[in-house]
């Protein structure tokens, strides 16, 4: 018997010899996450109500997160923080692979990577065969673009306010192979989603192989109609890759019925998970034809297993992923549908709160539910941006994006499930103090 074939029998046998070690560890990280939720949060989310605009139920939510007292923190967008469950599940799996890093300690992490992936499959409405743990979604972005068969005559459609790895990354790539990538512009001011759509279905041509877009716009707060979008295409044979990094964590999603080919997203923004953890979704018809970017140990029964290949990338941090299995946890105990409400009530108050000054502000987010999410982005002004964010920050504690754009400044807040109607009037007060100050 060769040394691989040894090595294998002996995992096998180990595995049998620690089943019931295994077992407990594949519901360690959804046991810690329902054992931090206070009682009040569960019995608040059995019992109905307006818990959406309940602050009470809301500062127990905050407490699950270690943001120091006063910070208001409205930048999910780019970054929310962990929860201390989820911390503590990443610091206490690292430490226990740091006190014993054999291999016979490091097979348990087989059920936890499987247990995190079901997770994510039942969150996203895909089958687990689909998903693949990624480290952010611009792997995941990466993964598609380098793995698809494209050249001269092919055509990529993107939106022009996708994020650099859904944009920059298919011109490196079309330089290398030959095909063309095609950016569509929506309309500033859309009347409805289907004002959205036609800007992309206008564009559809027999060359056009790939459509990918971000399902709501990082640099507007626009949200496409990813569903419509990707009937459209299907109709017509072209494949859609959907950058969910603004709508992961934030929207109930069901990928199935949204119908896309690829999907991809972070944990670290709106979720609250752990740095370096995110999902690739890849269609169970689709995952064959899909040529994989990293190769490495074990790639012969990595490449039968449908998206698994895609996650296939050497050594992880797999506290981590048992990490991202908990903060998916802590989700559903909130309630998945009341996460979403809440933002975007957040969001709406946001609005009203600035309709309602005598501020000169123009919104580029539109109002309509369904052409926005979690994001909020308005014109004010300001000329020194750089200013602007320091008053958000220095003086009002207020974590934010403030960008130049022209003679005046943009300005994004991302609410999360940490903030509260009193963040809202604190945002609020730091906009007209740094439009004043110019």
Not at 98 to 117: H, I, M, Q, V, Y
Not at 209 to 233: E, M, T
């Amino acid at each position: 018997m060769g040394s691989t074939a040894r090595l294998s029998e002996n995992r096998r046998r180990a595995l049998q010899l620690l089943a019931g070690s295994v077992c407990l560890a594949q519901g360690a990280s959804a046991a810690k996450a329902k054992a931090a939720v206070p009682d009040g949060i569960v019995l608040a989310r059995q019992a109905g109500g307006d818990v959406v605009r309940d602050e009470t139920h809301w500062a127990s939510v905050r407490r699950l997160f270690p943001l120091k007292p006063g910070l208001v923190h409205l930048n999910s967008a780019n970054l929310a923080p962990s929860s201390l469950a989820v911390l503590d599940t990443e610091v206490s799996l690292s430490r226990d692979v740091c006190g014993d890093p054999s291999f016979e300690n490091r097979l348990k992490f087989e059920a936890t990577t499987e247990a995190t992936r079901r997770a994510l499959a039942t969150m996203l409405g895909a089958d687990p065969d689909e998903i693949a743990i990624t480290r952010n979604t611009s792997e995941g972005n990466r993964t598609v673009i380098a793995g698809l068969d494209l050249g001269p005559g092919d055509e990529v459609l993107i939106w022009d306010q996708n994020h650099e790895s859904n944009s920059a990354a298919w011109d490196v790539w079309a330089a290398r192979l030959g095909f063309k990538v095609v950016r569509v512009a929506t309309p500033a001011a859309p009347r409805d989603r289907a004002d959205l759509a036609a800007a992309f279905t206008s564009a559809f041509s027999d060359r056009t192989k790939v459509l990918a877009f971000s399902q709501v716009s990082n640099i507007s707060g626009v949200a496409l109609p990813a569903d419509a979008l990707c009937r459209a295409a299907a109709a017509r044979g072209i494949l859609t890759l959907v950058d969910g990094a603004q709508t992961f964590g934030v929207l109930d999603l069901d990928l199935h019925a949204m119908g896309c080919d690829f999907y991809t997203a972070s944990a670290h923004k709106w979720l609250g998970g752990p740095h370096e953890t995110g999902v690739l979704y890849v269609r169970s018809l689709r995952a064959a034809a899909l040529w994989p970017s990293m190769v490495t140990h074990n790639w012969d029964a990595q490449s039968k297993a449908g998206a698994r290949k895609f996650d296939c990338l050497g050594q992880r941090q797999e506290g981590r992923i048992a990490a991202l299995h908990t903060a998916i946890a802590l989700q559903d105990q909130i309630g998945r549908p009341r996460i979403e409400q809440r933002i975007r009530h957040l969001v709406a108050e946001l609005r009203a709160g600035l309709m309602q000054t005598d501020l000169r502000l123009e919104f580029v987010t539109p109002r309509s539910p369904d052409m926005h999410a979690g994001i909020l982005m308005f014109l004010i002004e300001a000329k020194n941006s750089s200013r602007v964010m320091a008053t958000f920050y220095e003086r009002f504690r207020v974590s934010a994006l403030a960008t130049p754009a022209g003679d005046r400044t943009l300005v994004r807040f991302s609410p999360n499930i940490y903030n509260s109607r009193a963040d809202v009037l604190t945002a609020l007060a730091a906009v007209a103090n740094a439009v004043m100050k110019g």
